[in-house]
Each structure stands twice: as C-alpha cells, then as structure tokens.
C-alpha cells in the first residue's frame, strides 16, 4: 500500500514534527492492524466478564482506564455483549482523550460537556464514562442519519446523564457560557485513518485538506460563545495535515481570547509533542509508526476572556410535558433507588434524568432539537410500567420483571429480532439477559414470546 500513498501527503508533511518518512511508508504497507475496545464501566468491571474477548485479549492501552488492545480483529456483530454496550470498539489513539479531559478539566466539579462532532459516539461514550453521574453530556451530531446511530450507540452505554442533539454548530449560540467543556472531534480529511480504510486514500486531496481546515474554523467559531470563561476546549482531528492542525491552534489564537494547555505524557507511549509555528500552542501528534494506534491529533486549550453572566441554574417554566405526580410516584419504583430524578413527559413516555442536570436538560431542549434525553422508561399505565428498550439497557433501571438467561444461539436469534423459545411458565414482560447483562425485552404469552428487540437495531447477517 506504500506507493498508494499520496505524494501531495507525503511532501506537506515533511516539516511536521515526528515525521518519519520511511517509517510511515513502512507501516502502511506492512499491512498490520491495531484493534481495541474499551469497556464500559458501568456495565463490565473487567474483560473477563466478556466471553468473546477471553482468547484474543492483549494488553491494556496505557493512556485510558478502561481499554484494550486486542490481538485480532473479531466479527464483533456477533457477540451478544457488542449489542448490550458491555464495550465499544474505538480506535486507541482517540482514547487519549481521557488524558486531555482529566489533565485540563477539574474533574471534581459537575460538568456541562458538549461534545459537538459526535457521532457514531465513541468519543461521548468515552466522555460519559470519566465525568461523574451529576455532570451533563450533550452529544450533538448534525447530519441527521449520523444522529441516529448516535442515539443507538449512547443507548446501549445505558447513562442517564446525556442529551443526544441534532444541530448545526451555529444553533449553540443560543447557550452563551453554558459549558464549562467543549469537545471538538472535527470532520477532517482523514489522512491518519489510511491504514485502516485505505479507500480513503482515494478520497484525499490537498484540496479537501483546505476545505477541511476552513470548515475547522467556522465550526470552532460558532460555538466559542457557548464555552464559559475559565472553560476548556478540546480540539481534534484524525488528520496528519498541519493545515488542520497546527494551523488552527494558532488561527484560535489569532482570534480569540484562549490559552494553550501543554498536557503531560510518558515518553514510552510513543505520543509526538509538537509546536504550532506562530504561537508555540502544544498540540499531541499520534503517528502509527510511533504509537500502537491511527493518526490522530489533540490541542487543548482555556476560553480567557472576562467572566461573563454564566448561565444560572433556574428552572424554565414548563407549560407542557410534565407528567402527573402519581406517574412519578410510580416511575420511581423501576428506577435505581440510590439516585434523585426528575422527569419529562415525552408523547406517552416518562423520560427519567438526574435531579441534578434537570434544570440544564431543561434549557438544553428549549433552545435544541433533542433526540434523547435521559432514559426513556416506556409509559406508566394504571401505575405499572410498560417499558422501553431504552430503560431496560440502562443502567438507573431497577428492574421488576424476570430475568430469563439465554445461551449465545438464542441471544442472537433475539438480537435477529427472530422468534424465541422460552420454556418458563411465568406469563408477561421478561428481561433476556447475556452473560448477566440486559439485552433487551419479551413479553410472554400462553402461546408464544412476542421479540421487543428494535426493529432497527436488529443484527441483519445470517
Ligand atoms: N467524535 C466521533 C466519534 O468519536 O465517534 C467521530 C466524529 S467524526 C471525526 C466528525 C463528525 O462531524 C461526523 O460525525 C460528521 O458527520 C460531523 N460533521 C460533518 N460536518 C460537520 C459540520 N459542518 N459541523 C459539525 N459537525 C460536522
């Protein structure tokens, strides 16, 4: 694959820093491939929970607490757990982020996080583990399709604590200083993913590269105003291109009030420290010959200006879409008991969020367009709940209805959305559970079990 390679590339990097020619030449055509999960540790504690990973397991990555190397590459579709969001398969350099956020961000405080390029979501699933139950992650994505995946991706991970958005960047000047972190995941030209998709090698121009690294600016300027002061940004891209990297810590430089925050690494995991030319901003190099891992790139940075009015906890007033007292009373029953809620009526449904992110969920969906808010418990009728896929795969559901264990055959027929037979004399809605861990609902009748798997999530190979 070597010769493949992009002249145009080749020749724009070869003042980047950590550059090695031969070395990246080489790596790309050796036709090695780097795998990795990371778990998700509200639902797994250890990868020994996870059957399917037992045999091809490696080591751990060094940069985040909760991911893995492995040492092959799996059919991931079909193990049962990939469905039930006991892990997600992300790229390791990206992982580094756990670093960027716990080094910049006073992970004490309850956080608002945006997290604005998110979709497919391995970067909110990331953020969602590391911030605590208390804090807000708003997961936007704005090309609709891509949204949707999103939602699925941040279902199956099960948090309450997220509100999945389909926006443009510009819409989020309507919540000046609301977030105290911003992460931009920025679309790029994608130079870093050559190794693994090397089809993108044919869609890379210097061209795109440009286009790419005008389109960085107009999303980073549209939602400066939505950083608190004192609040971090976090900017990346999995391109090589100085032009979308360097050159756009220094661009935030030129035109706005910010900070660039140098980030301590170790010098064995490989990760090049570079210097943007005209303002010396630290930004994270990750080359493949370099690190076990894609090309990726990090810069961090700290909104400077003047305090500014910050958004205040008050609670919106709500004319609709609250539910009654007693439907709360009931809801309360199907949820952890351990943690404060308030609630949304959504149609029929009861969303359940955190006490503590209501009022913020509140002004989040006055001003966006929400796509999912906290957990999604299906309706109260007459005081019982009838549930939703979404409560059942969270992690705040205090589950009523039984458990019924199935093996790895029957777990795929379920996620097939096919029919399954249950030998059980109970009758009603029961939870198919995999390894311990929900995958989704049953209701059983005298003569058959009706598949409540979502029609659209359902695995489609043989
Ligand atoms: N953060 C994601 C993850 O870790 O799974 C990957 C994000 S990908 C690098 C960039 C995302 O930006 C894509 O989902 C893409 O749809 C979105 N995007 C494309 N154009 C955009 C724009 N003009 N403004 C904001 N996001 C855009």
């Known amino acids: 694959m070597a010769e493949q390679l992009p002249p145009e590339l080749i020749n724009s990097l070869q003042t ?27 639902k797994v504690s250890n990868p020994s929970q996870i059957p399917f990973l037992e045999n091809i ?47 910049s961000c006073d992970m004490q405080q309850n956080l608002r996080v945006l997290d604005l390029c998110a979709a497919p979501g391995g970067k909110s699933t990331l953020i969602q583990s590391v911030i605590s139950e208390s804090s807000l992650l708003v997961s936007n994505e704005v090309i609709k399709n891509r949204a949707n995946i999103l939602v699925e991706n941040i279902t199956k991970w099960g948090a309450a604590n997220v509100v999945v958005t389909n926006n443009d960047p510009k819409d989020f000047k309507k919540l000046p200083a609301f977030f105290d972190c911003i992460i931009v995941d920025a679309p790029c030209s994608g130079s870093g993913l050559f190794r693994k998709d090397p089809t993108a090698i044919t869609e890379w121009s210097l061209n795109n590269v440009e286009l790419c690294s005008q389109r960085q600016q107009r999303i980073l300027a549209d939602i400066f105003d939505c950083l608190k002061p004192g609040g971090v940004l976090i900017y990346s891209t999995c391109s090589y291109s100085t032009e979308e990297d360097e050159s756009i810590a220094d661009w935030l430089k030129d035109n706005y009030e910010v900070s660039n925050i140098r980030l301590q690494i170790k010098k064995e995991w490989g990760i090049v420290e570079t210097l943007s030319d005209k303002h010396q901003c630290y930004g994270y190099r990750f080359y493949p010959d370099k690190v076990k891992g894609e090309g990726f790139f990090i810069a961090v940075f700290r909104k400077e200006t003047e305090a500014v009015e910050p958004w205040k906890e008050k609670r919106p007033n709500i004319k609709n879409g609250l539910p009654s007292k007693s439907d709360e009373q009931a809801a309360l029953r199907y949820l952890d008991p351990g943690k404060a809620y308030d609630f949304l009526k959504w149609q029929k449904d009861m969303l359940a969020i955190p006490a503590a992110v209501y009022d913020a969920v509140l002004f989040v969906q006055q001003n966006l367009y929400i796509k ?22 969270s992690t705040i559901a205090n589950i009523v209805f039984p458990f019924i264990e199935v093996d790895e055959a029957t777990a795929l027929d379920f996620l097939r959305r096919k029919d399954i037979y249950i030998d059980t004399e109970k009758h009603g809605w029961s939870v198919i559970t995999y390894g311990n861990t929900a995958l989704g609902l049953v209701k059983i009748l005298s003569n058959r079990v009706n598949n409540y798997y979502p029609k659209d999530w359902r695995i489609l190979n043989k």
Not at 17 to 39: K, P
Not at 62 to 86: C, E, M
């Open 16 to 42: 980047a820093t950590g550059f090695d020619e031969t070395a990246f030449r080489d790596v790309h055509g050796s036709g090695s491939q780097v795998v990795s999960v990371r778990l998700n540790p509200a």
């Open 57 to 103: 397991l490696a080591e751990k990555i060094p940069w985040n607490t909760n991911g893995y190397y492995l040492k092959q590459r799996p059919i991931f579709t079909i193990d049962p757990l990939f469905h039930a969001g006991a892990y997600y398969v992300q790229e390791a350099s990206s992982m580094f982020l756990e670093e960027a956020i716990k080094q």
């Open 372 to 393: 999912k808010a906290g957990i999604n418990m299906g309706s109260i009728i007459r005081d019982q709940l009838v549930p939703d896929h979404e409560w059942v795969l």
